[in-house]
Each structure stands twice: as structure tokens, then as C-alpha cells.
């Protein structure tokens, strides 16, 4: 239970989940509620504006024509290049119409659930493989979420720039790591398989984040 509160609190301090935002249905009143919704999924995570939310309205207007002009000459079956055409146009979509900082909170949203369960996942592994504390159970649970998760935006936001994206990811890794190393003590590799004791833990050295 205790974890379970820890995991809790820690979900809602590092994202911005836009459970709040809302659709512009009057703005919508004309689009095709499945085009809709598909806009909503982006407008739950980010505030977007009325004409936001219409210009992509259009966009994925244009994407589901697209797709099924592929599907149609494919005799209805959808190819891998399909799915992978499609899927580019919609990410070419959200990239034009939304800002950086927007894209950032929209993905943030979007693998939110999958950072959470391998910072989890690795968490728990390593406290029961070498008998941690709840505090350093803590101290990998957050850095390894906030590896998962911003490794994914940064590759999605860095799609066509592999290097880049390789490059940022290593140094948010290394980060990451050394907070964990520092404030619990241990050291644990890049791969979250080992932990090596560098120092007895002292909660009094912790300092206030």
C-alpha cells in the first residue's frame, strides 16, 4: 500500500495529464464525430483552441481519405506501408498544427501509462532481487519513469533526427541515474538490472526537491 500511494503521488507531480481540457463541440459541429474523437484523444492531453481543434479536424480528414484511397487499391487490405503512411501523416498532422511545448505535453499524455509501469516494473525488480528500501524503491521508480517517458517524446519529437534523438536520450539516461546514485546511495546500471552499494543510505542528506 505504501508504494501504491508513493507510485500515486509521484504520477501526479511528473505529468500534466489534460483531463480537464475540453472539445469545442460547437466549433466541431459539422465534423464527423469519428474525426471527432480522434481530435478529442489530442485535446485531452493539450488545450488546444477552437481553430486548433478545426485545422486538425481537417487534417485527419484528409489522413482517413488518404488511408482509405491506399485500402481501396489494395483491395482492402491494409500493407505495412499503408500503416506506416498513415500513421506518418497523422504524426506530420499533429507536428504542423501544434507547437513544441504542445507536442511535448500531448506525448507526455500519450505514454504516460507505459513510463509508469516499466519505472514500476523496474522498481519492483530491484527491490526484491537485492532487498531495497521503500526510499530507493522511490529513488528508481522516479528516475526510471522519467527515462521511459521522456525517451519516448524525445524520439517522437526527433523522428527524423536519430542521432539527436540517441544523443539526448543518453544524457537524460546519465541524469537520471546519478539522481538516484545521490540520493539514495546506490548505483544502478543503464539497463536497470544491477545495483551496486556506493554508500549507507541517510535520509537526513536528502535535500528538499
Not at 533526427?161 to 541515474?177: H, M
Request: charged share 25%; aromatic share 8%; glycine share 4%.
Amino acid at each position: 500500500m505504501k508504494k501504491f500511494i508513493i507510485a500515486l503521488a509521484i504520477s501526479s507531480l511528473c505529468t500534466n495529464i489534460g483531463w480537464s481540457q475540453t472539445l469545442d463541440t460547437n466549433a466541431l459541429s459539422d465534423t464527423n464525430p469519428s474525426v471527432a474523437l480522434r481530435v478529442w484523444e489530442v485535446a485531452r492531453h493539450v488545450k488546444l483552441s477552437a481553430a486548433e481543434q478545426q485545422e486538425l479536424a481537417r487534417a485527419f480528414e484528409a489522413c482517413d481519405s488518404e488511408w482509405f484511397a491506399m485500402m481501396a487499391s489494395d483491395s482492402g487490405i491494409e500493407a505495412q506501408a499503408t500503416q506506416r503512411r498513415y500513421q506518418k501523416l497523422n504524426d506530420k498532422a499533429i507536428s504542423k498544427i501544434l507547437s513544441n511545448e504542445q507536442q511535448e505535453q500531448y506525448y507526455r499524455g500519450v505514454f504516460n501509462a507505459e513510463a509508469n509501469a516499466e519505472g514500476n516494473a523496474v522498481a519492483d525488480r530491484l527491490q526484491k532481487k537485492y532487498g531495497l528500501t521503500d526510499q530507493n524503491w522511490k529513488f528508481i521508480r522516479i528516475a526510471f519513469y522519467k527515462i521511459a517517458l521522456d525517451s519516448r517524446v524525445i524520439n517522437k519529437m526527433l523522428a527524423d533526427k536519430p542521432a539527436e534523438a540517441k544523443k539526448k536520450i543518453a544524457a537524460l539516461r546519465k541524469e537520471q541515474l546519478a539522481t538516484i546514485e545521490a540520493k539514495g546511495g546506490i548505483r544502478v546500471d543503464a539497463e536497470g538490472k544491477t545495483v551496486k552499494v556506493i554508500k549507507p543510505f541517510n535520509p537526513n542528506s536528502l535535500h528538499k526537491d
